[in-house]
């Protein structure tokens, strides 16, 4: 195994004894404030990315819409990305395409969840269908197959208990998905406590990483989360919400007062977004290459 890659480097991070953590990224400038503020890995939200597009997550926004996101999310962090693979945007033939364009754009994996197509987000109405078992693991498979990469990451997220269904359901369906080829399992819950994913996590015994997005049980202390052997944890949806809402303050204060004065505290100095992003690199190499005066023969 290479260990210069970011799939190599995410590879590691799965295979190391200790927990990591994933933070959203929707588009280049959330990318490098993550990667700045030193997480070791970043997660191209479906939901995230769909929210800056300005379409809901409900497989309105296309995988090539997504994927020009992730491409922009790629490029300017230098951190492993893995990328929200929804239902991976169809049959097999999608999901393998939508991987195999993924691993080109740099992403390091794709995580493909087992709901049928087109999706809702997790967190929306209690519809929530599950594809067969073994239609998801043909689906793995046809991912694991068009990879380049032996480090390039597929990972299997099960929406069981999403869509109401037992904890011994996840976990059958956790272990059909690991015997297809799967190199780690995303559990997804929306309870307000951890307590099924702590019940899964007893029983998984780490067969496999285990993935997780404590959105709504966030308060969970992190030593919880070590205690019960997961992996990584995903913060899925943070940097977009907190865009959000200062976004929306700071809209409505500006035309309710007709000026920025009473937001203008509230408002990242300049000269921060132009050092995040370089600026300073940017004259010095215009003085370098702006004018090259070049030895006549």
């Known amino acids: 195994m290479s260990t210069g890659t970011r799939s190599a480097r995410l590879r590691a991070l799965f295979e190391a004894p200790e927990l990591f953590f994933f933070m959203e990224a929707h588009d280049g400038l959330s990318a490098r404030i993550a990667d700045t503020a030193g997480f070791p890995a970043l997660w191209a939200s479906g939901l995230s990315i769909s929210t800056a597009l300005g379409v809901r997550d409900s497989s309105e926004a296309s995988w090539s819409q997504i994927l020009d996101v992730v491409a922009r999310v790629v490029d300017a962090s230098r ?32 995580c493909l969840e087992d709901k049928v197509f087109p999706k809702m987000n ?3 109405g209690d519809g929530h269908e599950l594809a ?29 208990l999403i869509a109401g269904r037992s904890v011994a359901e996840a976990l ?9 080829g799967a190199h780690a399992v995303f559990i997804h819950s929306r309870r307000k406590t951890a307590e ?7 029983a998984w015994r780490e067969r496999l990483p285990l ?20 992996k990584g ?28 004065v009473r937001v203008e505290d509230d408002l990242a100095p300049l000269s921060e977004v132009f050092s995040l992003l370089g600026y300073d690199e940017l004259a010095e190499d215009e003085r370098r290459y702006a004018d090259v005066e070049l030895g006549l023969r």
């Open 79 to 110: 951190v492993p990305v893995m990328v929200d693979g929804d239902t991976g945007h169809g049959d097999f033939n999608s999901a393998r395409r939508f991987t195999r364009q993924a691993e080109r754009i740099g992403a390091s994996a794709v």
């Open 122 to 124: 997790s967190f929306v």
């Open 132 to 160: 067969p078992i073994g239609e998801f693991c043909g689906k793995l498979r046809a991912c694991l197959d068009a990879r380049d990469d032996d480090d390039f990451r597929v990972v299997a997220r099960t929406e069981a």
């Open 172 to 180: 059958e369906r956790a272990h059909a998905y690991a015997d297809a």
């Open 196 to 202: 099924q994913i702590a019940e899964f996590a007893a």
């Open 211 to 230: 993935v997780i997005a404590p959105t709504t049980y966030a308060d969970t202390p992190t030593a919880e989360f070590r205690a019960m052997g997961i």
């Open 233 to 260: 944890v995903i913060w899925a949806n943070q940097n977009m919400r907190a865009a959000f809402a200062a976004m929306s303050r700071v809209s409505r204060d500006i035309l309710a007062a007709e000026g920025v």
